[in-house]
């Protein structure tokens, strides 16, 4: 059992004095349902990352790609990688040095949507009854085809504005459960928003796409968009490496992306959907749930080794949760073992939406 004791805050005494200026533009990214998204840390990590001296960075499993975008900010040639198309997607869209302008353009591309007369299609057919109403099926189905008919990166753009709409319609924003007649109950809720569950997709859409389009900005430095293994990827460009792997807790639940979102990466992926589907399974998830060795409580360790060797001598900032398998200090010991001096950022009792550990607190692990 990892321990439950929690690191002190330590001041590193880092290579610089930099600070980030007043009115960063992290302040603009916008506000978003996915789980385990770094939105809510910025500050701390804008403060952290900004007295450290790098100009190329990698963000190895970016998500909703918040912290690929505060290295943008800061003025550093940034990598954004996941294996997840779907969030590759989001990365390339608020990643992204010209504005495509697609929140005003919504309208005409859901005209005439749901079609009535047209034919059930396969969104329809396959997940009746399973995450969202029968016309809403229908609009997704009809939709699809013309949001990836659209030329980058205004395709980016508005596939974005998609999963973020299918996010917030979603009972807990997930896809793990087929449980859409939780919409439907007539009860008292101690969580969620009926109003919101039932806005039409067209406003939500317009409404997160709007947010993304006013956080996007232009600069001179590169800003990539990779969708691979962390392990994958050739470590001889960065000079630090933001790692964020999947959380194990201390029980040993893990969180497992791909079963979290299959939904989303079959919209990010349509061709072949049907083929990809585990049909044993009532909310129709895709292959490779539960083989992820980074989701997984006996293999997280050997991972996380096996990682910051990939990227030794680069600077390290690990992100885990304090309460997780491996522990903190497990962690921390991995990094020393390999001759790095380490320091530990506590930034507080940071908790996750719809989460019950109340507990636990998210540190970062800088190795130098």
């Known amino acids: 059992m990892p321990s439950r004791r929690r690191p002190a805050s330590i001041a590193p005494p880092y290579v610089s004095e930099k600070r980030p200026s007043e009115g960063s533009y992290w302040s603009r990214f916008p506000q978003t349902r996915y789980l385990g998204s770094k939105r809510k840390l910025l500050p701390i990590l804008a403060e952290t990352l900004a007295r450290l001296e790098f100009d190329t960075a990698l963000d190895a499993f970016c998500g909703t790609a918040s ?46 949507l749901p079609d009535p007369t047209a034919e059930a299609g396969f969104i329809e057919t396959t997940f009746h009854d399973i995450f969202y109403e029968a016309q809403e099926n229908r609009f997704l189905d009809q939709l699809l085809p013309r949001l990836h008919a659209l030329p980058a990166p205004g395709r980016d753009m508005a596939l974005y504005g998609l999963f973020q709409a299918c996010l917030a319609k979603r009972p807990y924003n997930l896809f793990h459960r087929a449980n859409v007649k939780m919409r439907r109950a007539d009860v008292r809720r101690s969580f969620g928003n009926k109003k919101t569950w039932d806005t039409p997709f067209l406003d939500l859409m317009t409404r997160a796409c709007e947010e993304a389009e006013s956080a996007i900005f232009k600069t001179d430095k590169q800003c990539i968009v990779t969708c691979k293994d962390a392990l994958d990827i050739d470590p001889t460009p960065f000079d630090l490496v933001y790692l964020d792997p999947p959380y194990v807790s201390s029980k040993g639940a893990a969180v497992d992306y791909l079963d979290y979102y299959h939904f989303l990466e079959g919209l990010a992926r349509p061709e072949g959907w049907a083929e990809r589907i585990l049909t044993r399974y009532k909310h129709k998830p895709l292959r490779g749930r539960g083989q992820n060795p980074w989701s997984d409580p006996s293999q997280i360790t050997a991972q996380l080794e096996l990682a910051i060797d990939h990227f030794a001598g680069r600077i390290l900032v690990i992100s885990y949760r304090s309460d997780g398998i491996p522990s903190i200090f497990d962690i921390e010991a991995m990094l020393k073992r390999r001759g790095r001096r380490v320091w530990a950022v506590d930034t507080g009792r940071y908790t996750y939406a719809l989460s019950r550990n109340r507990s636990s607190c998210e540190i970062l692990l800088i190795g130098l």
């Open 67 to 112: 912290v690929a975008y505060l290295f943008k900010c800061l003025g550093k040639n940034v990598v954004a990688n996941d294996a997840l198309v779907s969030n590759a997607i989001g990365a390339r869209a608020l990643l992204a040095h010209e504005r495509p302008a697609v929140s005003g353009r919504l309208p005409e591309l859901c005209r005439g």
